[in-house]
């Protein structure tokens, strides 16, 4: 393969801003340094913009197999790898869910074969396959998860305390969580019920998914982890109730609890309701906007690690009808990068936070190896960005198979313009340059 230089590029790594150059070999970073040369490299001029490590999305759903009317690995991929995501873990809630080893193999050799990003899958858990799940490779598995999965016909494993025991004391792999309690939902369901005789408005979606049920199941689960000290991740924390419950901490590679917020969670309030109404029920639910404040200032502080997209797409037939009727979810993926960078435009959170908390971070929690920083001998996945091109989120710019996005309308500031994946060039200015396929991501051994 023929070496690629990359010049005048301003390289966000680290926690720092600098230019540079960057020679990649055999889908490697090769050199870091300036004014490289090298006669037989393909020049790519940066000409000034940002150039940051790809992000690493530690959770999507991208419905294949079973839901691919929805989105599968191609389609979901694609649109990933436009909106600078290198890497992604998937979701076991597929169909079938993914319970065994070998289901879970079988979407490895699916995604090596359709993929363009590089990708892990989770091994789901719920009451009936907990030998099965704990016998995981932690070296070539993201982790063990119930997110999309119910623990049993009624309630998530969050609900759960004698199984979460058993799980945690035995588990030696990452365990990922959704982290609500469903007795409080029901309870704020009867009510909100009877209240409106029965037609419920979107915007009670967040009252019934409360910040009381979020921060119940939370302190339970903390609880139950805290005699066993197993590695425990919380997906999605909704709420700045919840977020104070994490202490600020940098030293990532020894926290043996973290965090991770979305991207709805951090653009989106309840206010948005009125305009967006089922586009934007996710599970948690979007809240207030002093919870996606404190969000962001968790975030900073170190209490939450990571951000995320949740990447959920729902046919458009899904997402219509009353709040009941409506799914859960929604396609973001090509878009969470650009949605941060937005955010940094607004002076809300700096780019070099959205690098730690977009790559990094996932790399460190995570235990990837060789992924998540721009660093020399690492893979070559990076992505650069230009952060004065305006352009608007339409629905013809959209890759999800859906066909749909709750963020169409939005003006944005900053863009992708070209996606790098294992040192391919993958995507330039909304054209995929090349069909070269991700790799399957690997974890260091550990407990």
Not at 126 to 152: K, M, W
Not at 185 to 197: A, M, V
Not at 407 to 424: I, Q, W
Request: glycine content about 6%; overall charge negative.
């Amino acid at each position: 393969m023929k070496k690629q230089l990359l010049v005048n590029a301003k390289i966000v790594n680290e926690g720092t801003s600098f230019f540079s150059d960057v020679l990649i070999h055999h889908g490697r970073i090769e050199k870091i340094a300036t004014h490289i040369s090298d006669p037989n490299a393909n020049v790519f001029d940066i000409n000034g913009n940002y150039l940051i490590p790809g992000m690493i999305d530690d959770q999507v759903h991208f419905r294949d197999p079973g839901l691919t009317y929805k989105g599968n690995l191609t389609t979901e991929s694609r649109a990933a790898v436009a909106g600078g995501v290198t890497s992604f873990m998937d979701m076991p809630n597929t169909v079938p869910n993914t319970l065994t080893r070998d289901l879970l193999e079988q979407k490895y050799q699916a995604a090596a074969q359709q993929s363009l990003a590089n990708y892990s899958f989770f091994m789901g858990v719920t009451a009936g396959n907990l030998e099965e799940a704990l016998r995981v490779d932690n070296e070539s598995v993201c982790g063990i998860t119930d997110d999309g999965l119910y623990f049993n016909e009624q309630q998530i494993l969050a609900n759960n305390p004698e199984y979460l025991e058993k799980l945690f004391s035995r588990a030696e792999t990452l365990v990922a969580l959704h982290s609500e309690d469903e007795s409080i939902i029901d309870q704020n369901y009867e009510r909100y019920f009877t209240e409106t005789k029965g037609q419920i408005p979107f915007a009670l979606h967040a009252k019934i998914r409360s910040t009381e049920a979020c921060v119940t199941a939370t302190k339970r689960v903390l609880d139950i982890q805290s005699k066993y000290q197993n590695r425990l991740h919380f997906f999605h924390i909704s709420t700045g109730e919840e977020a104070m419950l994490f202490p600020a901490s940098t030293d990532y590679r020894n926290k043996r609890v973290t965090a991770e917020a979305c991207i709805h969670h951090l653009w989106f309030t309840e206010k948005d309701y009125e305009k967006r109404g089922g586009d934007i029920k996710w599970n948690p639910a979007i809240k207030t906007e002093f919870d996606r404040v404190t969000l962001i200032q968790a975030l900073k502080e170190g209490r939450i690690d990571i951000i995320a997209s949740d990447h959920a797409p729902h046919s458009r037939e899904e997402k219509q009808g009353t709040s009941e009727q409506v799914k859960s979810g929604a396609p973001i993926v090509q878009h969470t990068l650009p949605l941060l960078f937005e955010l940094a435009s607004r002076g809300e959170i700096s780019v070099e936070q959205i690098v730690e908390k977009t790559s990094h971070r996932v790399a460190d929690i995570y235990r990837l190896k060789e992924r998540g920083y721009l660093r020399e001998g690492y893979y070559a996945d990076f992505v650069e960005i230009r952060p004065n091109a305006p352009w608007d989120i339409t629905s013809s710019s959209l890759l999800y198979k859906c066909g749909w996005a709750p963020v169409v309308g939005e003006r944005l500031s900053a863009k992708v313009k070209r996606t790098f994946v294992n040192g391919n060039l993958v995507f330039q200015e909304d054209v995929f340059m090349s069909d070269a396929k991700g790799s399957r991501l690997f974890f260091e051994k550990s407990r």
